[in-house]
């Protein structure tokens, strides 16, 4: 246990999360998201909820400020303008972790499986939500 340090980062997360550089993505995905196939790392965090690992990863990890998108989610049934509550607080989350407004690039389902392999890795939960898998564009820290 580390003072300061969220306890759900697992020293094999907390590597992972300082080993990316500048613009490498991580996925963070549900239950239902086939989280080995992309063939990259795999951090399994059990039953916990997208938003619960979204505040332990954002609480060390910056987002990117040099895109236009540096927080991507799955499309909503074909059609980019709907969402899902767990996407709304996790916009919500995300933009107060950065101290700017943020807004999700949507990346259609389908699609949402071809980038998983431009990864550097997978955070899978057990959270049973819908449409509950995002990509977080890692950024500096100025």
Do not use: W
């Not at 094999?12 to 300082?18: A, C, F, P, Q």
């Not at 059990?46 to 236009?68: K, M, N, Q, Y």
């Not at 909503?76 to 807004?103: F, I």
């Amino acid at each position: 246990m580390l003072k300061g340090v969220d306890p759900l980062l697992s020293g094999d997360l907390l590597k992972i999360l300082d080993d990316m550089g500048h613009g490498d993505r991580l996925l963070l995905v549900d239950r239902n998201y086939p989280a080995a196939a992309s063939g990259k790392p795999v951090v399994r965090l059990g039953e916990v909820s997208i938003i619960r690992a979204a505040t332990a990863i954002l609480s060390v990890l910056p987002l990117d400020s040099f895109i236009e998108h540096p927080l991507e989610r799955m499309e909503v049934e074909d059609d980019p303008a709907k969402t899902t509550p767990t996407q709304d607080e996790l916009l919500m989350l995300a933009s107060a972790a950065e101290g700017r407004e943020l807004d999700y690039g949507v990346v259609p389902r389908l699609d949402f499986y071809e980038r998983a392999r431009e990864a550097y890795a997978v955070v899978h939960t057990l959270d049973t939500v819908p449409y509950g898998c995002f990509i977080l564009h890692k950024g500096v820290i100025f």
